[in-house]
Structures are given as C-alpha cells and as structure tokens.
C-alpha cells in the first residue's frame, strides 16, 4: 500500500509561482510512474503532467507544457510540479498518482493505483 501527501498548494497572483511536492510513502517509489492530476469546481479531474520511474520520460497536457516541470527524487520518494506562469483557469486541487511499472503516457487516462488527497491551489486575477 502507497500513501501520497500532497503539499505546498496556496493562493499565488496570475503570472506567480508554486510548487507541489508529492511525497511517497509504503512501496518502492522508483517501481512507479507518478503523476499530477487536477480538479476544479464542477469540472471533472484531468491530467496534468507524469513522470517515469526514473525521470527519464515526461508528458505534459497541452494546457501546461512550456509553464509546468514535472520532477522526481527518488531518493527522497518524492514528485514535484513546478508551476510558473500560473493563470486563473490553473486553479484547481491537485491530486498526486502513482502507477505500478507504468510509463508516463500510461498515467494519462486517470486509471491509477494510488491517489493522494489534494492540496488547493488558487490563483487571483
């Protein structure tokens, strides 16, 4: 069992910065691709951005590519999204995923093993 713990959410101006952390606990995190997925108010969940299990492979929404770097330690069990050029439609909470021996394109569909419980993130016009 992989327990996920999403942090470093808040409120940002359009044009700021954040970054989420993922840490990973409970499995071997480099078996896993990891992923960020978002939801906003009365809108289904969608794919962000993942990462193979080494980092090697990336893949990005076409929303986010050029704005947000999605990163992995993997020894600190950790995934991080970095968000730069934050716009108000990025506003969201974003969930951290994992998914056993998969690729990062694998994790687009949403169908992963594991999910963490989200941490908000609001950006003000």
Do not use: H
Not at 17 to 35: E, H, I, P, V
Not at 65 to 79: L, P, Q, W, Y
Not at 81 to 101: G, I, T
Request: hydrophobic share 35%; aromatic share 12%; net charge positive.
């Amino acid at each position: 069992q992989v327990q996920l713990v999403e942090s470093g959410g808040g409120l940002v101006q359009a044009g700021g910065s954040l970054r989420l952390s993922c840490a990973a606990s409970g499995g071997t995190f480099s078996t896993y691709a990891m992923g960020w997925f978002r939801q906003a108010p009365g809108k289904e969940r969608e794919f962000v951005a993942a990462i193979s299990w080494n980092g090697g492979r990336t893949f990005y929404a076409d929303s986010v590519k050029g704005r947000f770097t999605i990163s992995r330690d993997n020894a600190k069990n950790t995934v991080y999204l970095q968000m730069n050029s934050l716009k108000p439609e990025d506003a969201a909470v974003y969930y951290c995923a994992a998914r056993y021996l998969s690729s990062a394109a694998g994790m687009v569909a949403g169908k992963n093993d594991y999910w963490g419980q989200g941490t908000q993130v609001t950006v003000s016009s």
